[in-house]
């Protein structure tokens, strides 16, 4: 396991999973599991209503910004440790081979974000919704979790409530509040995908939905899938 991830942490999530997992069972408790039955679970009409929403990413990759063409600077780290490749030149040329990713953290100070303002600018563009990335595949999430303790934008970079500042603001103009969550962590050391679900992504990805009751909640299929025993790119 990396530095950041401690035996505290591991426990929280633990105890997080079981709380959270009871409440997620009692609101499926109504449902069972074929499509007649998930087929009757209802849409709420604001989606089929809305027609223009926005997604952004913002992280700890937000401070290098750097991709190579056709790549993605949300995977900055991985590609940082892919020996060779375009991110790991660019980096030791620009930072230097014994800047890591972390290092970056204090870099990542949000002075600039204003999440009224943002808030305000959505609004007269006629968004309905907005859709933030509240983890990526580096793990680092952008509310206080208690099953990511010192790896996150409360903790560390901004020292702020990223996700929390942004879903207050958005409701104050009548706007959806939603999270995209990436259930995929690069840095979990687990023997299968059913250990990185219950220990790392599940109670976490719980956690964000519970804490801000968001309308929209977005996250990648990897998980799914390998779990399933298919391999997928990151591209799918």
Not at 71 to 77: A, D, I, L, M, V
Not at 86 to 104: L, P, R, S, V
Not at 191 to 209: H, K, R, Y
Request: aromatic residues 16%; charged residues 20%; contains cysteine.
């Amino acid at each position: 396991w990396p530095d950041h991830v401690s035996e505290r942490s591991l426990s929280m999530s633990l105890k997080t999973l079981i709380v959270l997992s009871f409440a997620l069972a009692l609101t499926l408790s109504q449902y069972s599991a074929d499509w007649d039955s998930l087929d009757k679970r209802p849409i709420p009409e604001w989606f089929d209503d809305v027609k223009f929403g926005l997604m952004i990413s913002y992280g700890i990759y937000s401070v290098p910004s750097w991709a190579q063409v056709g790549q993605y600077e949300e995977w900055y780290w991985h590609s940082l440790n892919t020996n060779g490749s375009a991110t790991q030149q660019w980096h030791y040329k620009t930072y230097g081979e014994n800047f890591k990713y972390e290092d970056f953290l204090p870099l990542l100070t949000g002075e600039l974000f204003d999440a009224d303002e943002w808030a305000d600018i959505f609004y007269r563009a006629g968004l309905k919704y907005f859709v933030p990335l509240s983890k990526h595949h580096d793990g680092y999430t952008l509310w206080p979790s208690k099953t990511s303790w010192g790896w996150n934008s409360v903790d560390t970079g901004p020292h702020r409530d990223i996700i929390g500042e942004l879903t207050t603001a958005l409701r104050a103009k009548g706007l959806h509040a939603g999270v995209y969550f990436s259930l995929y962590d690069w840095y979990v050391t687990c023997s299968n995908t059913l250990c990185l679900a219950i220990f790392a992504s599940l109670p976490c990805s719980l956690e964000s939905v519970y804490i801000y009751r968001v309308s929209v909640r977005l996250s990648v299929y990897m998980l799914a899938a390998c779990l399933a025993g298919r391999s997928v790119s990151h591209d799918q």
